[in-house]
């Protein structure tokens, strides 16, 4: 059964940091893209960032360029998405989601046909 499971949310301060895990099982991610995706109390779930199956290419939404990056380790099938600078509004429950690539348009990173979507990890940055 396919599957993915985020992991290394929790509280940080402003400015800090914090690094997320999305484990792959039951299907390799040497062929799948995957993108993480948030969703704060009100607010609609957006892109965050989408990295190939190769993991060659990379993706970030506008607002999380400079702070965010998003790596793959395949022989782990794990991605990550490193976080710095992280403000107040970067809270919210983090997602990932695999497809066959990366969608992006207009500094958007899109969910078009992800599927696979895991359960979310919490993301609280507050002093």
């Known amino acids: 059964q396919a599957q993915l499971v985020e992991s290394g949310g929790g509280l940080v301060q402003p400015g800090g940091s914090l690094r997320l895990s999305c484990a792959a099982s039951g299907f390799t991610l040497d062929y799948s893209a995957i993108g993480w995706f948030r969703q704060a109390p009100g607010k609609e779930r957006e892109g965050v960032s989408c990295?190939?199956?190769?993991?060659?290419?990379?993706y970030y939404a506008d607002s999380m360029k400079g702070r965010f990056t998003i790596s793959k380790d395949n022989a782990k099938n794990t991605v990550y998405l490193q976080m710095n600078s992280l403000k107040p509004e970067d809270t919210a429950v983090y997602t990932c989601a695999a497809d066959l690539s990366c969608r992006v348009a207009a500094g958007k990173v899109l969910e078009g046909r992800m599927h696979y979507w895991g359960k979310g990890t919490l993301v609280t940055v507050s002093s």
């Open positions: 990295i190939s199956s190769s993991g060659r290419s990379t």
